[in-house]
């Protein structure tokens, strides 16, 4: 099962999910206060293991967040994926804290330097091209 509670989340894991045959779930930041009241939508067995696809890692609280409902609805996190991590290791602590394995699979020291040796940053002004 793969979840996602954003847009731009919800677009990774709607990709990861069609290519990996597993349904898909969307987690609001709160319940619907219309409707069915529902926090998450799309087909989440209680019980079952989740991926959780995130597009950044950087303050605690989106994860934390989807961490609380997944848990109140009876599943376990098999891991977390992230597009990009912010390296301030807030969310990567949280998930230590929650036995969460997580992987990003880039971040802002490794945008840095690219940036710098594509002369689009300059290290010694700290100006931009």
Known sequence: MLLSHRFFRNFSATYI??????????IRSA????????QIE???KKG???????????????IAI???????????????LAIFSNNLNITEKFLDAENIKYHSL???????LVAHVKKK???QTGTHA
């Open 17 to 26: 999910a069609e290519r990996l045959k597993l349904p898909m779930a969307y």
């Open 31 to 38: 319940q619907k206060a219309h409707g069915k009241g529902k």
């Open 42 to 44: 799309g087909l989440l």
């Open 48 to 62: 079952s293991r989740a991926l959780l696809v995130s597009d950044i890692m950087s303050t605690e609280e989106d």
């Open 66 to 80: 989807s961490v609380k409902a997944l848990k109140e609805n009876g599943n376990s996190i098999a891991y977390c």
């Open 106 to 112: 880039t971040d802002l020291k490794t945008l840095l």
């Open 121 to 123: 940053i300059f290290r």
